[in-house]
Nanobody, 116 residues
Framework: QVQLVESGGGLVQPGGSLRLSCAAS????????MAWFRQAPGKQRELVAY???????NYADSVKGRVTISRDNAKNTMYLRMNSLKPEDTAVYYC??????????WGQGTQVTVSS
């Protein structure tokens, strides 16, 4: 089992920055790919970015160039650095991890609100 806890969300003005963190615990040795998803009110959950165990990354077109995903294996933590935030980035952001058996784990989510 893997437990994921997000932090770092909050209220930020348009153009501002935030860094989200996702701390993993439990069977962390089994984690392969980690990702950030988000869900805005009335919309489906969507992939924001993912990072593999080897460090390869991929980003949604809507955030490419504004967002950086990273992971610190020594701290068992994944990050999402978001710059030039827009009101349409407002959503609950969820941390996701996949283990070697392809089981998915989710955090509880952290709210990001971009508003003036």
């Amino acid at each position: 089992q893997v437990q994921l806890v997000e932090s770092g969300g909050g209220l930020v003005q348009p153009g501002g920055s935030l860094r989200l963190s996702c701390a993993a615990s439990g069977s962390i040795f089994s984690i392969t790919t980690m990702a950030w998803f988000r869900q805005a009110p009335g919309k489906q959950r969507e992939l924001v970015a993912y990072i593999t165990s080897g460090g390869s990354t991929n980003y949604a077109d809507s955030v490419k160039g504004r967002v950086t995903i990273s992971r610190d294996n020594a701290k068992n933590t994944m990050y999402l650095r978001m710059n030039s935030l827009k009101p349409e980035d407002t959503a609950v952001y969820y941390c996701n991890a996949v283990d070697t058996t392809k089981q998915n784990y989710w955090g509880q989510g952290t709210q990001v609100t971009v508003s003036s």
